[in-house]
């Protein structure tokens, strides 16, 4: 095939595949920033009809994956700029670095090429799969129509350097909306890995595909490599470039901190993910990043120098669009904020980090010698942790490491040991033990007993939690991989589901949530193992050395007493009843208690040595704590054990003794804030301080949980105990608890109590904010709010000094009485205003009660208090956003139309309703939009007017007019150019007004004040919105002067209000419409309204809006996930008051009884009260006060299943305003077709209950369901802080960015990188780290590394179990994904396994009718087809088509594609008119949809063709038979078996991955065509350098700059 025609295909190949699809930016990864959408939805793109083709299947079923976002692929091209070292041979390798020319086709090609590197010849090459382009975006036609990126040619412009010199190249200015991913940053540029570049950019926007022309020439040179980085000042004139970059590298090269020496060869962070101890990445002191290299070929990979991004500490808040508000005195350039001199070192690092690792050898006493891969950069201490979890040295904890006779210091870095060098030996010598050292060594012998006990994760303690897939996978799918490969044959696979996960089925058991893992009946190895009572020991025992006494019961019942002693462990003839320290004869003495036990006991010898293989055989993410507790909300019946070291624990550090012990507690509060004063100027100092951030708050979060449930259960004495109980506060562990009560009437103007209750999640979010600005010299306080047993406690760190002094003396800046007294303060309002323009908050003044104007930059009851320790600290941030004045009437105050229309304003319960930050920055980001667009149109009327000169024009009236078409793209070139021009223009002309040039025309002048105006702008020379927290405020007044400024904000808000009702609303709806939302239950629903800044409050109006809907069928799923979200949350309200009455031994008859009124079908259930409760009088009325409750005790006795229901109903109208017609659980059930299983996995969740994993029959009218029995126990629900890690952040971008270019390799590297890098601050489990595996995954399955694939996929699935919760939707698609990739490997039962419990979960968490379910069932027949099991295979693909049909309509692909595959199954079995009827109804689709010409169509034609001639045969051979019976000359017939690999094929297809087969030709050809590309490019490159620079810097003066993206018309989606 020719080069170009085969580029050609290659591109019309890509046109097909890279559909964009109308998107949602905030529905992706938990790891993007969760951002508001813009209402302004990009509409879809007109395509020519033939090429719709892969909007195809792939397409349209492609499940939802918002990892990755493609940024230019609307345009035709892979990538923006192209780069394919990958394409050439491989001796010339990654080098020489291609340049394409001007022919797009041939950018495409070289996409291909660029992908080349990992197909093998005749291997398919991964074209994207379009459903990571689900999410395919408006990015471009933001980028564009807000006019916020440039492309210019600043950075790349010619440069001529020295040979012997690195070059720093820099991009140009290509800013997208902050919240948006950032498509490019430094990473965008092409590797120019070579010096003595000249590039050249010769942007053209005169047809619609054309693309960046762009040459590079490379010459080679040296070990000089090129480090790229993020340019400060982008507008430099091109001669200025030199100096610059030499500046910049002699700045990199002589930071000591960097640790580099120019020309040095070093390494980046390795990117291998499973690295060091369970893939934790370890810092040493020194802050460099060290992995252990755990593959040789690391070592033989080409070193290189890894430029980090520096971090943008606002980047995500900035206002609106990060580069279009100027403030006078920040100056910009080009949209480019100019960076203080000071950071200017900072904002160009290099980090280089060696890879060297080497092996050491260990000698331990009684095992043979072994060797150990160690990296320089780590510390001792982390050997000593991998000898504790080594099988063979697991019990030893007491030891040092030494090196010919030295002792190691724990805290030294390997590198920093003389003489430890590849081969050394290290010695493990046994020390002397102490008090400390003997309880470690306890406690770790009892974790090592317990370490396959689920016990602990069942109770939600130390952050364990669950995780099934093992019993899923039958262990470690890393291990069995190559077992199972073996067992392939078919017959060896049992693929019968579970009954109840069949399609249709009705049964919902819970059993089989947690299904008995064999492991878990542990081996038992001693009876007990306790502190003995003779503890501690008496002074003349302390004098021989001993340290405590143990008591042990073996298996064989033999009772033992040990004595620890300074030299260990041995037995002494002390009884239960009398004390005889001496030892025994035979002592036994042993250093370590295992030593002791193996020898007196022959059972645990054999018992502990099976434990340990079996616990060295579990995955590390089955073992490792999360951060924070997850709890589950259902568990089997335990026993109960004796466990000497939890007792200790839930004596000593657990209750209300904590702060009686010396040394023990911490200072939260210096703890927290030191951590945030840590240095942040380079990767390593963030990265430590991100870690220490992070862990800080996990202690915190833990502490404060443990404190709450010990105030809630009476076990702390509170500070003000005189007083009525609800007054109350605490203090604990250094940690200060208050009730969510309205405490002397505080809250009497804004709705008392119930707005007691809200202010602490509103202060949270407070916090929550103003540490994600992260501005130096400002404080928070640590916040966590827990609900527990229907109280709501906030627990805070405490402000040095506050306890000291009234808060009236305390309090320098704001309010502590609302508004009446105000103070305010310099210091405060300096630090204040940095947080003003993340934050939106519009500085102001307001009257105090002496009428005094006072100046704030925040809402009056934000207070400031200067610490002891001299931090300047706020708190009470509970109303950093502006009022939501749909819940807040006003009189005199009228509400736009829209609002009205919908039935608001409506009274709320309280007065602190509040716009979330999501809505406040989307509803920014749409008035910005509307500004460029005003401003644009008036500049254009006005150049008309110019150039007619006859007549004005109208401005003011056809720019409003103009508003509503904000969301239409013009159709044709012209306009869109026009437009194009228009709002660079616009933008230029804001930079230049803003920047107080006199160079601004008064008219031009005049257009932007209009405009700024018309949006509601505070500045009238820019775009600056903000907003007045205190408007609507009770009780607060503004003065006389500000009267304008006030009534502007009014309007503001309530253009915000009518904003989200008419906006956001209605978008989310969309958004569920198109399956770019797929919610599947109560929580997963919530997060996508709250991505849209609208608050659970609209819920009703959000499900009434479905109801309203012309597709409401379409939305069934969601309408379901939002009624059942109606009655659990309004029964959640109604079970916190009825919890408050019940005193703690009521506790699970009152629950269980509330489940039966709830949820049984039993008419009149009758609590079972506690018999001792109603007798014991006497001890009722002792502990009244304790009792926070002032109800009867028995009062929650009465309640009725009527009741309930008729207040649930009432709850649900009172709150959400939405009537449920239901007058009891089977009504409500039938009614909206609900599962009473999901109803009660969704209260358990909201309450915080647990229950006994056991058969419910709901259904039973003679019995109720549940018994207090049933009830295990009643979990904290706890809301806090989330740090995040931003550096990891920026590289998880950087690598979406790369793939969505088409560079997979280098995706895939950054992507490694920033995994390595969330290791370091998350520790080795967290959500987003789930999410980065999950994508790497998807990378390496693309790529063709099945194996890799399954093993990141594999630790994904279990830390989304354990972070997430084992039926967690995500949890769900993980498996999804893990099963494909188990298929991909031959691992086909496992696969099956894995599909039957992503189904099983589903069930339980939704039910049947989910458009999910179809690609599940999907899934499974396909598989089941591959197997041979044809009519199972048809119960699930038949399943799928009626749900697909139902959700998608029945005219679409995706249906189409169901069709086809039924086809195939009925073809297989033989039943070829039922397959004709099938193929037909597709066919009917593709050809309505594609045109008769689209390949789809034709294959689909050729399909029916063949199922004909087989269906003729079959007739004729059947008609033979009946005619000549058994004397018949049959004809054999064909029957097709489906082979493996078109069943993987298929389920590639549905599950959105693409791949375009290369032969072998195709792949020389294209690296010719490469090749002879370069050569001419090297013939050029002498002559066109001198003219470039020239060209560069004429083109600079003279035009104007251009947006960053070409926009065709049929692309702007």
């Given at each position: ?1015 509601g702008s505070i500045s009238n020379t820019s775009f600056d919105i903000r907003f007045n927290p205190d408007i ?76 309203k809907t012309p597709a409401r069928p379409q939305l069934d799923h969601v309408y379901k996930i939002g009624i ?163 550096d990891a952040f920026h590289f998880f971008q950087s690598g979406q960015a790369k793939v969505q270019q088409g ?311």
């Open positions: 095939m020719g080069n170009s025609i085969f580029a050609n295909c290659c591109k019309h190949v890509t046109d097909l595949i890279f559909q964009t699809q109308s998107f949602n930016s905030s529905e992706r990864a938990p790891l993007l920033p969760k951002s508001p959408v813009s209402c302004t939805a990009s509409p879809d793109v007109a395509l020519p009809v033939q090429m719709k083709l892969d909007i195809s299947e792939a397409c349209k079923c492609a499940p939802l994956y918002p990892d990755i976002i493609l940024s230019n692929a609307s345009n035709g091209c892979l990538e923006k700029w192209p780069e394919c070292a990958h394409g050439l041979p491989e001796e010339k390798g990654r080098e020489e670095t291609e340049n394409v020319g001007e022919n797009s086709c041939l950018k495409l090609s070289v996409a291909v090429a660029s992908l080349l590197k990992q197909a093998k010849p005749s291997s398919a090459v991964a074209v994207f799969p379009v459903d990571l382009e689900r999410g395919s975006v408006t990015l471009l036609n933001n980028s564009h129509s807000k006019g916020c990126g440039k492309l210019e040619d600043s950075g790349l412009g010619s440069r001529l350097c020295n040979p012997d010199e690195p070059v720093v190249t820099v991009p140009g200015d290509r800013r997208v909306p902050d919240h948006r991913i950032p498509i490019v940053d430094w990473q965008q540029n092409q590797d120019l890995s070579e010096v003595g570049i000249a590039s050249n950019l010769e942007p053209s926007l005169t047809n619609p595909g054309a693309q960046l022309k762009h040459r590079t020439n490379a010459a080679s040179s040296g070990s000089c490599e090129t480090a790229e980085m993020p340019e400060s000042h982008p507008s430099m004139k091109a001669e200025k470039s030199q100096n610059v970059q030499r500046a910049a590298l002699s700045a990199l090269c002589t930071d000591e901190r960097t640790h580099m020496v120019q020309g040095e060869s070093s390494c980046c962070l390795p990117n291998d993910p499973e690295v060091g101890l369970d893939g934790e990445l370890n810092l040493g002191p020194d802050l460099e990043l060290s992995v252990l290299p755990s593959k040789q070929k690391r070592r033989r990979r080409r070193k290189r120098k890894l430029c980090f991004l520096d971090h943008l500490p606002g980047m995500v808040l900035m206002n609106g669009d990060s580069s279009h508000e100027h403030l006078p005195e920040e100056k910009r350039q080009n949209g480019h904020e100019e960076a203080d001199p000071g950071d200017e070192a900072n904002d160009q690092e290099v980090i280089v980090i060696q890879d060297t690792g080497f092996t050491v050898k260990i000698c331990a006493p009684g095992i043979e010698p072994f060797s150990l891969q160690v990296s320089p950069q780590e510390m001792v201490q982390e050997i000593h942790q991998v000898l504790m979890d080594r099988e063979d040295t697991c019990h030893r904890t007491c030891f040092s490491l030494q090196l010919d006779g030295n002792v190691l210091d724990n805290f030294a870095e390997l590198k920093t040991i003389e003489g430890l060098q590849e081969g050394s030996v290290l010695k493990v010598v046994e020390e002397p033990y102490t008090v400390r050292e003997a309880r470690i060594h306890v406690r770790h012998i009892r974790d090592l007993l317990k370490s396959l006990d689920p016990s602990d994760a069942f109770n939600g303690v130390d952050c364990n939690s669950l995780s099934f897939l093992s019993v899923f996978t039958e262990g470690d799918l890393g291990d069995s991989g190559k077992r199972k490969k073996k067992g392939t044959e078919l017959e060896q696979i049992d693929c019968t589901p579970p009954e109840h996960i069949l399609p249709g089925g009705k049964e919902r058991p819970l059993c089989a949530l947690q299904p008995q893992n064999r492991d878990w009946k542990p081996l038992q190895c001693l009876k007990v193992l306790t502190m003995s009572g003779w503890n501690p020991p008496p002074g003349n025992r302390k004098m021989h050395g001993d340290l405590m006494y143990l008591y042990v019961i073996t298996v064989e019942d033999r009772h033992v007493s040990i004595t620890v002693s300074t030299r260990g462990f041995y037995l002494n003839q002390s009884t239960a009843y009398t004390f005889n320290p001496k030892p025994a004869n035979p002592s036994f003495l042993s250093h370590s208690l295992v030593e002791l036990l193996n020898q007196i006991s022959p059972t645990f010898k054999k018992n502990f040595s099976a434990l340990q293989k079996k616990r060295v055989q579990r995955h590390p993410f089955e073992r490792i704590a999360t951060p924070f507790q997850v709890y589950s909300w259902t568990a089997p019946q335990a026993e109960h054990a004796m466990d000497c070291v939890r007792a200790e624990d839930a004596y000593t550090s657990r209750l209300g003794y904590e702060e009686h012990i010396p040394g023990q507690t911490r200072d939260w509060n210096e703890e927290l804030q030191t951590t945030r004063e840590l240095s942040r100027k380079n990767l390593p100092e963030r990265l430590l301080r991100e870690r220490a951030i992070f862990k800080v708050h996990s202690d915190f979060t833990a502490a404060a949980t443990r404190g709450a449930m010990a105030v809630i259960d009476g076990n702390v004495m509170a500070i003000n105990p005189s007083e009525e109980t609800k007054m109350q506060m605490f203090i604990w562990n250094n940690i200060f608890f208050s009730l969510g009560f309205d405490v002397r009437d505080h809250y009497k103007d804004f709705g008392g109590d119930v707005a007691a209750y809200v202010a602490p999640t509103n202060d949270l979010n407070g916090v929550r904010t103003y540490n994600a600005v992260d501005v130096e010299g400002l404080y928070t306080l640590g916040t966590v709010v827990v609900d527990y047993r229907g109280y709501r406690v906030t627990a805070q760190s405490i402000i040095p000094g506050i306890l000291e002094r009234e808060q009236e003396q305390s309090v320098i800046y704001g309010s502590i009485d609302f508004g009446k007294t105000v103070v305010s303060h310099p210091k405060y309002l300096e630090l204040l205003e940095k947080t003003s323009r993340p934050l939106k908050i519009q500085k102001h003044k307001v009257l105090n009660d002496k009428n005094e104007e006072v100046e704030l930059c925040s809402s009056v009851e934000c207070k400031g208090i200067i610490g002891n320790d001299g931090r300047h600290y706020i708190l009470d941030l509970l109303r950093t956003f502006p009022p939501d004045l749909n819940f807040l009437p006003i009189e005199g105050e009228e509400m736009p139309e829209e609002c009205k229309k919908m039935g608001f304003p409506k009274q709320h319960r309280h007065k602190l309703c509040c716009l979330r930050q999501e809505l406040v920055d989307a509803f920014v980001e749409h008035r910005y939009l509307l500004f460029m667009k005003l401003a644009a149109l008036q500049l254009m009327q006005e150049k008309a007017t110019k150039q007619e000169s006859s007549g004005l024009l109208e401005t003011g009236a056809s720019v409003e007019n103009g508003t509503g078409g904000s969301e239409k793209s013009e159709s044709d070139d012209g306009k869109m150019e026009e437009n194009v021009t228009g709002l660079d223009e616009v933008k230029e002309l804001a930079e230049t007004i803003a920047s107080d040039d006199g160079t601004v025309d008064p008219k031009s002048r005049e257009v932007i004040q209009n405009a700024c105006r018309a949006v609507f405020s009770p009780g607060v007044r503004f003065p006389e002067s500000s009267k304008e400024e006030v009534r502007d904000q009014k309007q503001l808000l309530k253009d915000a209000a009518a904003f989200l009702l008419s906006c956001q609303i209605p978008g989310l709806v969309k958004d569920c419409l198109d399956h770019t939302v797929l919610p599947m239950d109560g929580a997963t629903l919530a997060e996508a309204m709250h991505q849209r800044g609208i608050n659970m409050r609209y819920l009703g109006k959000v499900v009434d809006f479905i109801t059942s979200e109606l009655i659990t949350r309004s029964a959640k309200h109604i079970f916190k008051t009825y919890l408050q009455g019940v005193e703690l031994s009521g506790l699970s008859a009152a629950i269980s009884h509330f489940l039966n009124c709830f949820l049984s079908s039993f008419l009149n259930p009758v609590a079972h009260l506690p018999v001792d409760e109603l007798a014991s009088k006497k001890k009722n009325k002792k502990r009244k006060n304790r009792n926070l409750g002032n109800a009867d005790n028995t009062a929650w006795a009465s309640m009725t299943p009527q009741e309930l229901w008729k207040n649930i109903c009432s709850e649900a109208n009172n709150y959400f305003h939405f009537n449920l017609e239901c007058e009891n659980v089977d009504q409500a059930a039938e009614v909206y077709n609900l599962q009473k299983i999901t109803l009660l996995r969704e209260i358990s969740l909201k309450t915080g209950i647990q229950i006994l994993l056991k058969e419910y029959n709901f259904d039973n009218r003679h019995k109720p369901t549940f018994t207090e029995e049933d009830i295990l126990n009643i979990f904290p629900v706890v809301k806090h802080v989330n740090p995040k890690a931003s560079f997979l390799k280098e995706g895939c590297e950054l992507i490694n990188e920033a995994l390595n890098l969330f290791n370091n601050v998350y520790g080795a489990m967290h959500v987003e780290i789930c999410a980065c595996l999950r994508l790497l995954a998807r990378l390496n399955y693309i790529m063709g590394d099945y194996s890799e694939a399954l093993s990141n996929q594999q630790k994904a699935v279990l830390m989304s179990e354990r972070v997430l919760g084992i039926e967690h939707p995500n949890t769900i698609q993980e498996y999804m994904h893990l099963a494909l990739y188990c298929f991909a490997n031959s691992q086909l039962s496992t696969a099956l396994n894995l599909l039957y419990r992503a189904r099983y979960l589903m069930l339980l968490v939704f039910g049947e009718d989910h458009p999910e379910m179809a690609l599940l069932d999907n899934n499974i027949g396909l598989v089941l087809h591959g197997v041979m099991e044809y009519d199972l295979a048809l119960r699930f693909l038949e399943n799928a088509l009626v749900i697909n049909s139902k959700y998608h309509g029945s005219k679409s692909l995706k249906v189409a594609l169901s069709h086809h595959l039924v086809a195939r199954v009925y073809e297989s079995k033989a039943e070829f008119r039922s397959a004709l009827q099938h193929e037909k109804e597709g066919y009917t689709i593709y050809k309505n949809q594609l045109g008769e010409h689209h390949e789809k169509t034709k294959e689909s034609s050729e399909y029916l063709k063949y199922l004909t001639q087989q269906a003729v045969a079959l007739q004729r051979t059947m008609n033979e038979i009946y005619k000549n019976g058994s004397n018949a000359n049959i004809m054999p017939l064909k029957f097709t078996a489906p082979n493996m690999t078109s069943v993987l094929e298929q389920l590639n297809i549905i599950n959105g991955i693409l791949f375009i087969p290369l032969s072998q030709k195709d792949l020389e050809n294209l690296k010719a065509e490469v090749q002879r590309r370069q050569q001419l490019q090297e013939t050029m490159k002498s002559s066109e350098q001198l003219e470039a620079e020239d060209k560069v810097s004429e083109e600079r003066e003279a035009e104007p700059s251009l947006p960053s993206v070409e926009v065709p018309a049929q692309s702007s989606a």
